[in-house]
């Protein structure tokens, strides 16, 4: 089957929904099934189309969704997944902008003439968008090219219907990034709305360095002015394509739709977009880049604060974005840490300063932006106007400032809006009062030393003793006798020895479900219940730790379970006895991925009960499965003894007895830490003293 979609192991298990185990199983135990076709000994491929067939006629697929089947004829594409896009892409904004031509065209059930009549449709569509073809990323694809994807571009234009033509390609893109997480620098949407949101409103913005077109997206979602100018260009022709592609169908609702143009070279090197001059400039460009052009670049009019050294790299974009710049345009330029402080580009970070291009610099915390185990900086940029330079740099450092996992909505909302506060107000009034341990505006005579150095962390030490000083400190202490005080009480009392152990007749969480004692759902597969878009999620994070929910919905699934009261949740993944009762606090948030749910009927099953004998370590050993690198629990296989209700009533009250004790210790534990660090810092900065 020549040039057909081809699918994996794994995409198998997505189509039938089952785990790749048994997928594995079918293989040997059916002999018709479908022979690879590509691939490799340890990773073979299949044709989608026998593996379709095969699943229907075996009773384990009645029809293949059809978001999956168009993600399948994606990912198998013969020429590749990137291309795959760009075709549908293209085919979607044909279908968006003439619906009735398309019809027209879909119509033709020879695949080949309707490869061949739709380059002049296509062209038809992209020469408005984009400009003509010499001037634009995304190029006409030939008949020979689209033949192979006929069948994608009539199951896109089919989601399409569904969805609505800009969800269906954020689908698909969304599922490719997803798929393929090494391949791209990606900036996270957050991290994108920051940046957006410190350089401001804007008629035309410009991203040089602009991969999928994260950053562009997010100046149009700040402020879609009617009459805006967007430009991108990558050194990779496929991202500057998909990039165009990506804010058209964005847009493809706007009326006017704002000016795209993007451009494939290399920005240092070859800048196709000289010729631009924007009110914004944000970038996330590639970090620590050795050929960046530096022999050949040594007079380029460019480099007005200095020429960058070999190993600066990052230093030859700041100056980009200032020259791309209008006067008293801002740029925003996601920066690793070393910048601020590398004594090579030290003559360069001065004359930023001296001259007043050089405005802020904010530190994230990590895990905000890949790589996530460095604390990158945003380095918030000016072109200096006819004004006399700014006496002062602002520097933030946020790295304190969020609770639980970054990368989760809550946590950077806090993230964000400390950024944003401080920018706001020096940027208005020129100046920042010192918010201790947060941000504080330096005079630049006092940065002007042999170090040059520009990391927050220097310059800002964290607050003594906690915000309120000693007061502060002794309202801890207080805190945590009362805690401690608490977990005392609450300490479970002596047990009695029972007469002999394992004595109930067993039942397994599988067998309660299919009695219909309770009910399973899993991230993954939950349907039917949906849910509101914004609502927080509890994440596997939360469930170990006790905390609150603090995921975002993109961490709960395309269709998530909400929970309600007397909810039994589970980590599947990583090992460890755990068990969480929802209670009405954390009732009405969405399930995370990686997590199990067990609705208990309450006339069956007591919730406290269940939980508490699920927790036992070696119930979860003989659940558990190992692999190389992790620990998977098989839920349906957790036991628990098959008692009356009045019974599981008793244990399920001297569970809810420990659980309040583990969260009066936990409590204590962190006010404890914080006593403990804040006696630290008191001492050590002469704030307390040792009497």
């Known amino acids: ?207 040089p360095a602009c991969g999928t077109g994260a950053l562009l997206r997010a100046v149009r979602t700040l402020d879609p002015r009617a009459d805006q100018h967007l430009y991108g260009q990558d050194s990779a022709p496929d991202l500057a394509a998909l990039t165009a592609l990506r804010l058209a169908l964005d847009d493809s609702g706007s009326t006017p739709p704002p000016t795209l ?80 402080s590398r004594r090579s580009g030290r003559r360069i970070r001065a004359d930023l300063l001296r001259r007043g291009a050089l405005r802020a610099v904010i530190a994230l915390p990590a895990g905000a932006v890949p790589p996530n185990n ?40 806090v993230v964000q809006q400390a950024a944003l506060d401080a920018w706001h107000a020096f940027d208005r009034d020129g100046r920042l009062a010192e918010r201790p341990g947060l941000a504080r505006s330096v005079p630049v005579i006092e940065l002007l030393d042999d170090e040059v150095d520009l990391a927050p962390a220097r310059r800002l030490p964290p607050p003594a003793a ?32 029972a007469g002999s152990a394992g004595r109930w007749p067993q039942t397994t969480v599988g067998e309660l479900a299919r ?46 379970v909400l929970l309600v009261t007397g909810d039994v949740v589970v980590p599947v993944v990583g090992g460890g006895a755990i068990a969480r009762v929802v209670d009405e606090a954390t009732a009405g948030a969405a399930l995370g991925r990686g997590l199990a749910l067990l609705r208990p009927d309450p006339a069956a099953l007591d919730p406290w009960f269940l939980a508490g004998f699920l927790r036992g370590t070696a119930n979860n050993r003989q659940a558990s499965s190992y692999a190389s690198t992790a620990t998977r629990l098989d839920v349906r296989r957790l036991q628990l003894p098959r008692l009356p209700l009045p019974e599981q009533a008793g244990y399920g009250e001297r569970f809810r007895a420990i659980a309040a004790f583990e969260e009066a210790l936990r409590r204590a534990s962190r006010l404890g830490e914080q006593l403990v660090q804040g006696l630290h810092d008191g001492l050590t900065d002469g704030s307390l003293e040792p009497e």
């Open 261 to 340: 143009r993007t451009a494939a070279a290399d920005t240092l090197r070859g800048d196709a977009l000289d010729d631009v001059r924007a009110d914004v400039v944000l970038a996330h460009p590639p970090f620590n880049e050795r050929g960046w052009g530096h022999d050949e670049l040594a007079y380029d009019p460019r480099w007005e604060y200095g020429f960058p050294a070999r190993t600066e790299s990052e230093l030859a974009w700041v100056q980009h974005a200032l020259a791309r710049l209008k006067d008293g345009g801002t740029a925003v330029l996601l920066m690793p840490p070393t910048v601020a």
């Open 466 to 497: 906690g915000d309120g000083g000693a007061a502060e400190l002794i309202a801890v202490r207080e805190e945590l006798t009362e805690t401690l005080r608490l977990a005392t009480k609450l300490t479970p009392e002596d047990a009695r020895p």
């Open 1 to 207: 089957m020549e040039n057909a979609t081809e699918v994996t192991a794994a995409g198998i298990a997505r189509l039938a929904g089952v785990g790749r185990a048994a997928v594995s199983n079918w293989r040997r135990r059916h002999a018709d099934f479908p022979r690879p076709v590509g691939g490799t000994e340890t990773s073979p491929s299949f044709a989608l189309a026998e593996v379709e067939e095969w699943l229907r006629a075996q009773g384990k697929l009645a029809e293949v969704p059809l978001r999956e089947r168009v993600w399948q004829q994606l990912a198998g594409h013969p020429a590749g997944p990137v291309t795959a896009l760009l075709h549908a892409g293209a085919v979607l904004l044909l279908v968006h902008d003439r619906s009735t031509e398309w019809l027209a065209l879909n119509g033709e059930s020879d695949d080949r003439l309707l490869a061949e009549r739709l380059p002049a449709a296509l062209e038809g569509v992209l020469a408005p968008r984009f400009g003509p073809a010499h001037e634009r990323a995304l190029a006409t694809p030939k008949a020979a090219a689209l033949l192979p994807s006929v069948p994608l571009l009539r199951g896109a234009a089919e989601l399409a219907a569904d969805l609505g033509t800009r969800r269906a390609f954020a689908f698909l893109l969304g599922r490719h990034l997803d798929a393929n997480p090494r391949q791209y620098t990606l900036t996270p949407p957050g991290p994108a709305a920051l940046m957006a949101a410190l350089a401001g409103p804007a008629d035309t913005a410009l991203d």
């Open 374 to 413: 460095i604390p990158l900086h945003l380095w918030v940029l000016r072109r200096p106007a006819a004004a006399p330079p700014a006496p002062e740099l602002l520097l933030v450092d946020t790295t304190g400032t969020a609770s639980g996992d970054v990368r989760e909505q809550q946590a950077w909302a």
């Open 515 to 560: 009695a219909g004692a309770l009910t399973l759902h899993t991230a993954a597969t939950a349907s039917g219940t949906g849910g509101p878009a914004r609502v927080p999620v509890l994440t596997d994070h939360d469930v170990l730790t006790g905390a609150a929910p603090s995921g975002s919905a993109g961490s709960a699934g395309d269709d998530p």
